[in-house]
Structure formats: structure tokens, C-alpha cells
């Protein structure tokens, strides 16, 4: 059957429910142009998504030359042919008519169009320089999310090989370098150990800070199905906001901000208390449960009660539901990531299910989730801060064998201490080591917190900027060189998801103007380099996407992250492939360790672990002393406060974060009329009883004040919890006539102006969500709501007079099923 739906004001699409253990049923959905009929595409080209880290598989109508729409791929195992609205929409962004279509450079304060000798010229001359008169730590390069895997890879054979520098990082710091870091912490190595299936098998599902109905909406259709169909799985919902998922939790725990230490210590103690230990399965593959035993048995509900504001009641009954769990699922994003103690909080997820042995099973498992579509490659690649091919910079032999693989001597790759993060890189660009800055698809003039701070940076006279971009954005509009990048849709290249599957996104258009994918872009860099192996030929050997893939494989080899199984013929047609995928796993591996743990000893794992107050490296001898067999680690955890709290002169919490409409800083989906139609401008959430307190209302313009600076904003009045206030980060300068940031002294329009430079002692993530901040009235807003969907989070707590987020008939999609016809009400979607 066949039914078309408003997928702005209905954004998961009718349900299709079955029950568990049963296979997810196919629902294909399609989005295209105005006037454009199926029998109109010329051809459909295969690709993934690119707007959220789901990795939805898709095809990409073309007609004449130019994409007019995308369809679901039914085949594939991660969507079964749903898209959501990013998916179906977002598409619209290529063809702005603001697209960067030749290179720009800067002469006489301004940015003038010019040709790409010119351009590459000035940053191949800038980079001999400084490394002639300053050396490879003078260069540093700061990527993306969003690139493909054959470019991140490229990326880290020319910096760390090619140039020599340790300041290599991706945009993926801000989002999931907790995932990554946790994953290391507990098992010893990256790599999800769950499969998006387990949602099909589990009977309790566990979301910590992870708004998954907004960050994943297609895998959120999975849960919602699961929920419709006979034997629903229990859900917990840990987030202060009242998401969609809270709102079908069996139980919600609405914490303070920064708590999250103290709650999973309390379901810890509750677990262990209760005795629903797997005590088999904890001591065959773990160490270190009799410290974690002993550091939770004080944390009583009552205790973390008290510290969380969550009742002591509710904390019991959610691990009741845990510890009687058959196949337990958790999840976990951004409102642990971007936390205080956020590996800390993180790794006792980890230990949740290491204690109840939930672990390689059919639903049960963790998923340490991505926000971006290709987080999990810029980790592989080693272009976020870790070697490729998750290979241990404390380890000589990995470094030996990381050499051999690019015929360099160890010497070559930089390894006498971490490599450089993200945040220390611009603070190395602040203080003058690091004089130029090559930054590739992300705006973090925008992204950063303390914004004043970031765009000082950038604006230095000594700091050369590059800047590689689709758009003119704010943090290319304070660059020295400009570089015209093609995008998906218009380059060839595979990226991985969130569960380990790769999927090949296949060029479908020409490019704009003089854009370039990436890839060539950083290929063309090598070569004008003349970067060399240690016997003098090429260090980069490789011309286009396929030959990066295959260098690549030689690279993941062995490694946790075996791609040796995977070509692009393999890729096309079907499903996406999860990895490893070898000669042993020639149909790639669903779900790891279901055999024990694989690589935690102490002569195969990614990292020996840090401590989680100091983020100190742990030694080899330690971590060989302390896991000498290679088993999972219990790392146990004291809950500490934050660094920031609420005082009179800056009463309440501070909270940012992500909504269903938008991708990062709204560079593409700001320039797609769905999408930017549905959340057009900043609004600030704060809860009725703070209203009421403050004589505020619905739609009043208020201004949000921290310690670093302020915004402005309009007020919407939702169900959040008491004494914090929630705004979304997306929304910067290039749509407003400031351009790249605020006029003069006053406030703002983002929301990183307000956020704290403070990071995660362990994975150096930024602390987004754990600010003191107040609150004032600008004007009140004569009953005008604010700009906020009605669908999603920021549902209003009172409707009445507020109009539903809808997209009108160009947001209308068609979705196809094999069963009754799915339908579905904005009034219904809103209650999902």
C-alpha cells in the first residue's frame, strides 16, 4: 500500500509494528521535486545519508543533470527504506545559489576569486615556509564529520607522514570522541559492540542523554514499531527533556545536568545489591569488579536522589527494569558526551551491561552512538586524534607496523605523545605554535564554545587559515584561502554508521562551478608537496576514491576494523556491510564479542586506558599488571560536581543541543525550505513553574547570559525540568546581515557565545551541557509563539493558540509498504 505524508509535521511516517525477534518490515520512502513523476528520473545512483550518523541507505534520482529527489533502499539492513526528513529534504542544499564555485583568497582585507594554481600555490608556499622556519608542529589541520573514508584516510598519510605533525583532529571531538574514548576504556579498543538489529531482539531498551526520536529518526521508526507490535520491549529514558522518547518511557529520569556519574552509580548499586550479577560471565571477561563493587555500595537511590533531583523511587524502579532485563539494549549520545565526568558517565553504561553479561547476543548490547554521519571513518583513519586503523601511539610495534604500511620510518609518524585534540589545537593557534590551520568541512566559528574567544583565533594576522567548504561560512569568511568543495551527491567515496556499516555513496551530478571533491583537493596538496616514502617514490600512491579504498584495506588489515572483505562491487546493489569483514567473516560481523573480549590485551588494544579524574595516560607495565589476560575492564568511577554551578548572579543551568529539523550550524539544511520552514530562528525553552517565577511568557524575547557572553532569543514554555534552560546550537551569522558573528557588544544569535571552554579530562570532548546562566527579559512577545517545532522536544507545555509544525505539500513524501496502509496524523506523530 501506498500513502503520502507530511514528513515536517509527521517526521517518522505511519508505523509498520511487529514483534519481537521478527524482521523489520520494508516501508520505502520517497521524496521528489515538484512536477517530477518516478517515470521523470533519468537514473537513481546509490548513496547514504549524510545529515545524521544513522547511515540510511538511499538512491538519488537524477533528471537532466541535476538531483531532483531520493528514495529508500528497501534492501538495506540499517533503514529497510525509510528516510527521515534530513534524508528527504536535505538533498535541496546542493544547488544553493550560494555554493562556493571557485577558489577565494584574501587581498587587501578582503576575499577575491581566483584559480586553483593560485590558491594551492599560496598553501603549498605557506607550508614549505613554516616548515623550513618553524617545523611540522607549526601546521594543523582540523577536519569534519561529513568527508568520506578515502578522504580522511588521505588526509592522515599527508599530515602524519607527509608534513609530520601530531595536530590532526575532526569536528567529531565535539560529538563523539566520548564513544570512542569509552569504548577504548572498557574493551580495550573502538568499535561498537552492538548491531542496530538488537533492537529487533531486545526487551528493554535503555537510552542515556541520547534524543534518539531527533539525532536517528529512522532508528527511532525501528523502536516505535517494536513499541506498536506484540511484545514491546521496556523503555528508559534518561534526558531533562521532555523528549519523544521520554514521552514513551516506561520510566524517564530527568537529571541535573552533570549527574550522570551519580545516577549509574546509584542503578549500579542497585544491580550489584540485588544480586542480578552474571557472575559466570563476570569473571571470565572482566577485571576490576570488587573495586567497582566497592566504589558504588554507598550510592544509594536515596544518595543520588539528592545529588541528581530524580526520586529515589524512580532510580529503583528503572533498575529493577535493568536488572531484570533477558536482552538488554542501551544507547547513549550527546547528553553524556557533552556532560560533566562524560567518560566517566559513559564507561559505567559499559559496566551496566559487562556486569549483567549483556553482551554478543541478539539484543543485547551498547551502542556508544555517532552524531555524524562518518564519525566512526574519521576514527578509523586516524584523522580525529588516534592512530589508523585504531593502532596503540603507546605501542612501538603498532607504529613500526603503521610504517610498513606506508613505507615510512617509525620516526616519521608522530608519536612521543597523544596526538593533538581538537581544542588544544586552537589553543596551540591562540598562543602563536601553530601558525597555519587547515580547516575542512566544519564551521567551528559557529560549532566552538566561547565563540568571542574562537573567532579572536581565527582572526589573528599570524595564523594563515585555510578554509574547505560548500558555503561561504562564517568560519570561511574569516580565512586567508578558500577552497570550493563538491559534496555528496557529487563525489564518490564509502562512510560508515554508528553500527559498523559501510555503505558506498556514488557520484551523481557534476560539481558546481571549479568545486572539487576532497579528495582531489588533498591529493592535489600531496602532489604539489612532493611528499616521499622512505625510498624516495611517492608517499601517496593512490589517484581516485576505489584506489584510497583499496590503499586503505592494506591499512585496516589484521585490525579491529578489517575492511579486507569489502570492495565497492561488494557494496553496490545490496545492503551495507559491517565491519570486520575478512576471510573469516566474508559477510561482515553483526554484532562483536560474542565470543569474549578481542582486543583489550595488552599487546593488541587501541589504548592502555587514562585515569578518569586526570585524563592521564595509563603506562604499559599498569595496564599489563592490571589486565594481563585481556579481558573487558570494570572501570569504576566517583561521582565529582561541576565545574560551573548555578549562584545568584547566574541561577540556572545551561543546556545546548541538536533539533530534528537541523544538522550542526544549519549550512545545508538552513538553505532547504522544509527543513528551515519548520525551526526558522533561535528560541531559548524554559520550563512553566520558571516562567510563572518570572512573570514570563510564551514568545517573549529574552536574552541568555553566562559568564563568556549572551544571546537573544524567544521564549518557549515547555514540559523541560525545573531550573534549566535548553537552546538549540545551530543557528550562527551567515543568513543574517552580521555575517560572522554579533554586532558590536551585543548578544548574540548562537549559543556557543554562552558555552564554557572546559573539556572531558579523558576524552577531551567540550562541555556543552553544563553552564550557570540567567535569564532576562528583553520585551514580552504579545502572544506571537516562539519559532520552535510543536513535533518534537520543544513541544509547548500549552498548545492552545500555537499553530502545529507542518510542511505544507512540498514536504509531503510518499511511503510504500507491503501491509496495510500506514497511516499516520500530526497528532499522532507528535504523541510517538
Not at 508505523?15 to 515538484?34: E, M, N, S
Not at 493558540?801 to 505544507?808: D, F, L, M, N, Q
Request: charged share 25%; proline share 7%; glycine share 10%.
Amino acid at each position: 500500500m501506498e500513502a503520502s505524508v507530511d514528513r515536517i509535521a509527521a517526521p517518522w511516517g505511519g508505523r509498520t509494528p511487529y514483534a519481537r525477534g521478527a524482521d523489520w518490515p520494508v516501508r520505502t520512502d520517497t521524496h521528489l521535486a515538484a512536477g517530477t513523476g518516478v517515470d521523470d528520473v533519468d537514473r537513481w545512483v546509490q548513496a547514504a545519508s549524510i545529515l545524521h550518523s544513522d547511515g540510511d541507505a538511499m538512491d538519488i534520482a537524477v533528471r537532466d543533470g541535476r538531483i531532483v529527489g531520493v528514495r529508500g533502499r528497501a534492501a538495506d539492513r540499517v533503514n529497510r527504506g525509510r528516510l527521515g526528513p534530513k534524508d528527504l529534504f536535505g538533498w535541496q542544499a546542493n544547488a544553493a545559489d550560494d555554493r562556493l564555485t571557485s577558489p577565494l583568497v584574501r587581498e587587501g582585507g578582503r576575499l577575491v576569486a581566483c584559480d586553483w594554481d593560485t590558491a594551492m600555490g599560496r598553501i603549498v608556499a605557506r607550508s614549505k615556509d613554516l616548515l623550513d622556519r618553524r617545523g611540522p608542529g607549526s601546521i594543523g589541520f582540523y577536519t569534519s564529520g561529513q568527508l568520506y573514508l578515502e578522504e580522511y584516510y588521505t588526509l592522515a598519510v599527508l599530515a602524519r607522514a607527509g608534513i609530520g605533525t601530531n595536530h590532526l583532529d575532526g569536528n567529531t571531538r565535539l560529538c563523539t570522541a566520548t564513544a570512542a574514548e569509552a569504548l577504548k576504556e572498557s574493551f580495550g579498543c573502538d568499535g561498537q559492540p552492538g548491531s542496530y538489529a538488537d533492537v529487533d531482539h531486545a526487551d528493554t531498551l535503555a537510552l542515556f542523554g541520547h534524543n534518539m526520536a531527533e539525532t536517528q529518526p529512522v532508528l527511532w521508526m525501528r523502536v516505535l514499531d517494536r513499541l506498536d507490535g506484540a511484545d514491546p520491549p521496556r523503555l528508559i529514558c534518561v534526558d531533562p527533556r521532555p523528549t519523544p522518547v521520554a514521552r514513551r518511557a516506561d520510566v524517564h529520569l530527568a537529571p541535573r545536568p552533570g549527574t550522570n556519574v551519580a545516577l549509574l552509580n546509584a542503578l549500579l548499586h542497585e544491580i550489584i545489591r540485588t544480586d542480578r550479577v552474571d557472575h559466570g560471565f563476570v569473571e571470565a571477561h572482566t577485571v576490576g569488579f570488587e573495586e567497582l563493587r566497592e566504589r558504588v555500595a554507598s550510592c544509594t537511590p536515596r544518595w543520588a536522589a539528592a545529588i541528581c533531583d530524580v526520586p529515589a523511587t524512580a532510580i529503583t524502579e528503572a533498575a529493577e527494569l535493568l536488572g531484570s532485563a533477558e536482552r538488554l539494549l542501551s544507547t547513549v549520545l550527546q547528553g553524556v558526551y557533552q556532560s560533566h565526568q562524560a567518560t566517566a558517565a559513559a564507561v559505567q553504561v559499559n559496566n551496566l551491561h559487562l556486569v549483567r553479561g549483556m553482551l554478543g547476543r541478539p539484543g543485547a548490547g551498547v551502542l556508544q552512538m555517532n552524531g555524524q554521519p562518518t564519525a566512526e571513518n574519521t576514527r578509523e583513519c586516524g584523522a580525529d586524534g588516534d592512530l589508523p586503523g585504531f593502532r596503540n601511539w603507546q605501542n612501538d610495534r603498532h607504529v613500526a607496523d603503521l610504517a610498513r604500511v606506508w613505507n615510512v620510518e617509525p620516526s616519521t609518524i608522530p608519536h612521543y605523545a597523544p596526538p593533538t585534540h581538537a581544542m588544544q589545537i586552537f589553543r596551540y593557534a591562540e598562543q602563536g605554535s601553530i601558525r597555519m590551520l587547515w580547516i575542512s568541512g566544519t564551521n567551528p566559528a559557529v560549532s566552538l564554545p566561547e565563540l568571542a574567544r574562537i573567532r579572536s583565533v581565527l582572526g589573528q594576522d599570524r595564523l594563515f587559515t585555510v578554509v574547505q567548504d560548500l558555503y561561504l561560512t562564517e568560519t570561511a569568511q574569516l580565512a586567508d584561502v578558500v577552497l570550493p568543495a563538491a559534496t555528496w551527491g557529487e563525489k564518490t567515496g564509502t562512510f560508515t554508521n554508528a553500527d559498523r556499516t559501510v555503505h558506498l555513496s556514488e557520484k551523481a551530478v557534476e560539481p558546481p562551478g571549479e568545486a572539487r571533491p576532497d579528495l582531489a583537493i588533498f591529493l592535489d596538496y600531496a602532489r604539489r608537496m612532493d611528499f616521499r616514502d622512505k625510498d624516495g617514490g611517492p608517499l601517496v600512491t593512490w589517484d581516485g576514491p576505489e584506489e584510497a579504498f583499496e590503499a586503505w584495506k592494506r591499512c585496516s588489515a589484521g585490525r579491529p576494523c578489517d575492511y579486507t572483505g569489502i570492495t565497492y562491487d561488494k557494496l553496490r546493489g545490496g545492503s551495507g556491510i559491517q565491519w570486520p569483514c575478512d576471510a573469516d567473516h566474508p559477510e561482515g560481523t553483526e554484532r562483536l564479542y560474542t565470543d569474549g573480549i578481542t582486543w583489550a590485551h595488552p599487546d593488541v588494544c587501541e589504548s592502555y586506558g587514562k585515569d578518569l579524574v586526570t585524563g592521564a595516560s595509563v603506562e604499559v607495565v599498569e595496564y599489563r599488571s592490571l589486565n594481563p589476560d585481556g579481558k573487558a575492564v570494570l572501570k569504576a568511577a566517583e561521582y565529582q560536581p561541576a565545574h560551573e554551578e548555578p549562584s545568584p548572579e547566574y541561577p540556572l543551568r545551561l543546556t545546548t543541543g541538536r533539533t530534528l529539523y537541523h544538522f550542526h550550524t544549519r549550512t545545508k539544511t538552513g538553505r532547504v525550505p522544509q527543513l528551515n520552514a519548520a525551526a526558522p530562528e533561535v528560541w531559548v525553552e524554559l520550563s512553566a513553574v520558571d516562567a510563572a517565577a518570572r512573570g514570563l511568557a510564551e514568545g517573549d524575547l529574552v536574552d541568555v547570559t553566562t559568564p563568556r557572553g549572551s544571546l537573544r532569543g524567544t521564549l518557549r514554555i515547555t514540559a523541560i525540568r525545573e531550573g534549566l534552560l535548553f537552546v538549540p546550537f545551530h543557528y550562527g551569522y551567515w543568513d543574517t546581515a552580521e555575517g560572522y558573528g554579533p554586532s558590536g557588544d551585543g548578544p548574540g544569535r548562537a549559543a556557543n557565545e554562552t558555552t564554557v571552554t572546559d573539556w572531558d579530562p579523558v576524552s577531551k570532548q567540550p562541555l556543552f551541557k553544563t553552564a550557570a546562566a540567567r535569564l532576562t527579559l528583553v520585551r514580552p512577545g504579545d502572544g506571537v509563539p516562539a519559532p520552535a517545532p510543536t513535533t518534537t522536544a520543544s513541544a509547548p507545555v500549552d498548545p492552545r493558540g500555537i499553530s502545529p509544525t507542518t510542511g505544507g505539500p512540498e514536504a509531503h513524501a510518499t511511503q510504500r509498504t507491503d501491509g496495510p496502509r500506514p497511516d499516520v496524523t500530526p497528532s499522532e506523530a507528535a504523541r510517538s
